[in-house]
């Protein structure tokens, strides 16, 4: 933009401003091409990120609910449910364990803590 602007600036000190004018105004022209599709292309971008992101979070989860085992989204969960983990699940939302032996979390992205933390029944 400063460039433009001390081009149109001295295009029309030197050509006047019946000429002068055409070399600024063109720099001004093609920066605003540039940003406009930067911008649009930069959007479209975001949007697909929001999108795939969208689709790694949504994962299923075997539940029990009304004595019936069925899978479900992490979205449908609701208190009450009963989450059956298996070894490398992620755990879909804050818990009560109820029935396990030797689970270990890895809680690093909650608490910074780097070990695995042992769970109790």
Partial sequence: ???????????????????????GVTIYFAIMIIVSITATNDYMKDKQFRKLN???????FLVRRNNQTMSISTFDLVVGDIVELKQGDLVPADCILIEGDDLLTDESSITGESEHIKKFA
């Fill in 1 to 23: 933009m400063l460039a433009a602007t001390v081009s149109l600036g001295i295009g029309i000190w030197k050509e006047g401003l019946a000429k002068g004018w055409y070399e």
């Fill in 54 to 60: 969208d689709v790694r979070k949504e994962r299923q």
